[in-house]
Nanobody
Framework: QVRLAESGGGLVEPGGSLRLSCEAS????????MGWYRQDPGKRRELVATITTFGTTNYANSVKGRFTISKDNAKSTIYLRMNSLKPEDTALYYC??????????????WGQGTQVTVSA
């Protein structure tokens, strides 16, 4: 079983920055995707950014050039640096751990979510 601990959300003005962190612990696989998804009430959860243990990244078009995902494999931790934040970035941000590409039968883990609010 893998557990995810998220931190770093909060209230920020438009144009501001935040950094989210997510640390994985427990029975962590050798290779996996970790990433961030977000969800507004009444909307579907959407991908924000993912990164593999090899460092391959993927971003939603809406955040490209503003958000940067990075990792520290030794700490099993990922970070999401969010710059030039907009009100439409307001959402509950969830950390995700997904090893299925390398182990199809393995479970996916979600964090509890951390709120990001962008408002003046």
């Amino acid at each position: 079983q893998v557990r995810l601990a998220e931190s770093g959300g909060g209230l920020v003005e438009p144009g501001g920055s935040l950094r989210l962190s997510c640390e994985a612990s427990g029975n962590i696989a050798g290779h996996y995707f970790m990433g961030w998804y977000r969800q507004d009430p009444g909307k579907r959860r959407e991908l924000v950014a993912t990164i593999t243990t090899f460092g391959t990244t993927n971003y939603a078009n809406s955040v490209k050039g503003r958000f940067t995902i990075s990792k520290d494999n030794a700490k099993s931790t990922i970070y999401l640096r969010m710059n030039s934040l907009k009100p439409e970035d307001t959402a509950l941000y969830y950390c995700n751990y997904d090893p299925r590409t390398w182990n199809p039968g393995a479970p996916v883990t979600w964090g509890q979510g951390t709120q990001v609010t962008v408002s003046a």
